[in-house]
């Protein structure tokens, strides 16, 4: 049985204040639920403090970048060691607003994937299509051009700890959502390539998160279906009560 994990991407939002209160807020709320995985990830500054604040719970930090060298002259960049450091367990590589306003590829995402596994991290790899490809029925094309790009080169014993996010880029942010029959169907296909890149086992234990205007409202019926676990959330990650909410529906959930 796979188990459910929930990630906040808090993107360019809170100042450090801001961060330290809404991760208060959420250790109050989420002390006691263990059911499930719950990761807050804020903007690099406020990594450490949010980590403290989180800290001895079952609350986990995760990073929303990574560059994918050790050290040198790359100014603005942070390594995975500088993460790590600051108590991170986790780093989102590859969401589509890196792919869209940073240039990220394939290429680069396999690059922060190898430097993330190099020190202990799991990543949280985003793949999913825009809206044009969506109405060109290339969604699928896509999805599997981001996986297999992504993973190329690593064995399954390397990426046991993976976590796959399909994020439908038409869904971010604009108040729509890919029906539950929609994400499920992608979901389903994502889990068809593991099978296909490795075996059927890893594929049947790796977890995929769905991605695209998750809100209280829709949680449950996304959660529910046989290839989704879990959510990365983006606008309702931003206040402890919305997110809260998503938790404890996710919490509720037996398949």
């Not at 929930?6 to 959420?26: C, D, P, R, S, V």
């Not at 299509?129 to 599997?144: G, I, M, P």
């Not at 981001?146 to 399954?156: E, I, P, R, S, Y």
Request: negative net charge.
């Amino acid at each position: 049985m796979r188990r459910f994990i929930i990630a906040g991407n808090w993107k360019m939002y809170k100042t450090i204040t801001e961060a330290i209160e809404l991760a208060n807020g959420l250790k109050r709320e989420l002390m006691d639920c263990t059911s499930l995985d719950i990761v807050l990830c804020p903007n690099y500054i406020a990594l450490e403090e949010v980590q403290e604040v989180v800290y001895g719970t079952s609350i986990k930090v995760g990073a929303q970048n990574v560059f994918w060298q050790k050290e040198g002259a790359f100014t603005g960049e942070v390594s995975a060691a500088m993460i790590k450091d600051a108590g991170c367990d986790y780093v989102i590589i590859g969401h589509s607003e890196r792919r869209q306003y940073f240039a990220e590829t394939n290429e680069t995402v396999n690059k922060k994937i190898a430097h993330v596994l190099e020190h202990g991290l799991i990543p949280i790899v985003c793949v999913g299509e825009n809206l044009k490809e969506r109405e060109s029925d290339k969604t699928f094309q896509v999805v599997e051009d981001h996986v297999k790009g992504a993973l190329k080169g690593f064995t399954k014993e390397q990426l046991k700890d993976l976590i796959i996010a399909y994020e439908p880029v038409w869904a971010i942010g604009t108040g729509k959502t890919a029906t539950p029959e929609q994400a499920q169907e992608v979901h389903k296909f994502i889990r068809e390539i593991m099978t296909k890149l490795f075996d059927e086992e890893f594929s049947g234990n790796i977890r995929i998160q769905y991605g695209g205007s998750v809100k209280p409202e829709n949680v449950k019926d996304l959660m529910s279906r046989a290839d989704i676990d879990g959510a990365l959330v983006g606008g309702a990650s931003l206040k402890v009560d919305s997110f809260v909410e998503i938790i404890k529906t996710t919490e509720g959930i037996t398949k």
